[in-house]
């Protein structure tokens, strides 16, 4: 299985401030079709998970475009170039490449 | 509108079974593979199970293979997970999401809460 890990696990940030998460898979997640299976979610309190970014830089239908996605191989990252309040929730990698489909264990971002 | 609606969770004891359900709309069920995913309670994401958009084919998670059953209705746009033997590890929320086609979960339900206890 894929093993997925996420840093840190806890981000307190400040509103109008850029924000990075990492994720490392124990595999490589670019697939011969040149794209990585590399996804993020983001589960805010109370809510069920939604997708933000997949293939590793393509953001979702309607997702703000102060958050990125890069990376490829076995490190990405998420930026989110100015953080809102409405951004506190907990994020979520996940590789798409291969069953079972893993999940990192998530980063809570909260507002300092 | 698209969205995903779970149902049948509840609280049952160890051993015991439970069938979920998804009822999907507001796009073309039939075409998309569909998963569930569990979340236990203060934990994180875990995928349990995918069915492809025909059914004809099914993997799961080893912690659920041989117990748990994955199928759907084409034409009642349904998914279900049959969930035998039940065990208090299986405690969770369980969402559906529908397959993006590209390896991530671009749709989820709301979720339903199964609770194993004694």
């Known amino acids: 299985d894929i093993v997925m890990t996420q840093s840190p696990l806890s981000l307190p940030v400040t509103p109008g401030e850029p924000a990075s998460i990492s994720c490392r898979s124990s595999?490589?997640?670019?697939?011969?079709?040149?794209?990585?299976?590399l996804n993020w979610y983001v589960q805010k309190p109370g809510q069920s998970p939604q997708l933000l970014i997949y293939?590793?830089?393509s953001r979702a239908s309607g997702v703000p475009d102060r958050f990125s996605g890069s990376g490829s191989g076995t490190e990405f990252t998420l930026k989110i170039s100015r953080v809102e309040a409405e951004d506190v929730g907990d994020y979520y990698c996940?590789?798409?490449?291969?069953?079972?489909?893993?999940f990192g264990p998530g980063t809570k971002v909260l507002i300092k | 509108q698209v969205q995903l609606v779970e149902s049948g969770g509840g609280v049952v004891q160890p051993g015991r079974s439970l069938r979920l359900s998804c009822a999907a709309s507001?796009?073309?069920?039939?075409?998309?593979?569909m998963h569930w995913v569990r979340q236990a309670p203060g934990k994180g994401l875990e995928w349990v199970t995918i069915?492809?958009?025909?059914?004809?084919?099914?993997y799961y998670a080893d912690s659920v293979k041989g117990r748990f059953t994955i199928s759907r209705d084409n034409s009642k746009n349904t998914l279900y997970l049959q969930m035998n033997s039940l065990r208090v590890e299986d405690t969770a929320v369980y969402y559906c999401?529908?397959?993006?086609?590209?390896?991530?979960?671009?749709?989820w339900g709301q979720g339903t809460m199964v609770a194993v206890s004694s």
């Open positions: 507001g796009f073309i069920f039939s075409t998309y593979g």
């Open positions: 996940m590789q798409g490449l291969q069953t079972p489909f893993t």
């Open positions: 595999q490589s997640l670019l697939h011969s079709n040149g794209y990585n299976y």
């Open positions: 069915i492809w958009y025909d059914g004809s084919n099914k």
């Open positions: 999401a529908k397959d993006g086609g590209n390896g991530s979960f671009d749709l």
């Open positions: 293939l590793g830089s």
